[in-house]
């Protein structure tokens, strides 16, 4: 029954593209992320350590308040 449904309904092609779609933009991805420069990444990676702008004695407990 399963089959049956799978054959009128067109779903195995689906399944099909969806997977050779998964395959192109896994290498696209992998591709690019060996291609990028060292430095580069090392400056993404710094990004969520870098805060907004406050200064650096700031705690993130003392950001919300108010004097």
């Known amino acids: 029954m399963l089959q ?7 779903a195995t092609a689906w399944a099909i593209a969806s997977l050779l779609f998964f395959l192109g933009m896994w ?5 690019q992320v060996f291609r990028t420069p060292d430095e580069t990444l090392e ?4 990004l969520a350590l870098e805060g907004d ?5 700031e705690s993130p407990s003392d ?3 108010t004097a």
């Open 4 to 10: 049956e449904l799978a054959a009128q309904t067109g």
């Open 27 to 31: 290498l696209v991805i992998t591709v």
């Open 43 to 46: 400056a993404r990676a710094r």
């Open 53 to 57: 702008g406050g200064s650096p004695t």
């Open 63 to 65: 950001a919300g308040t």
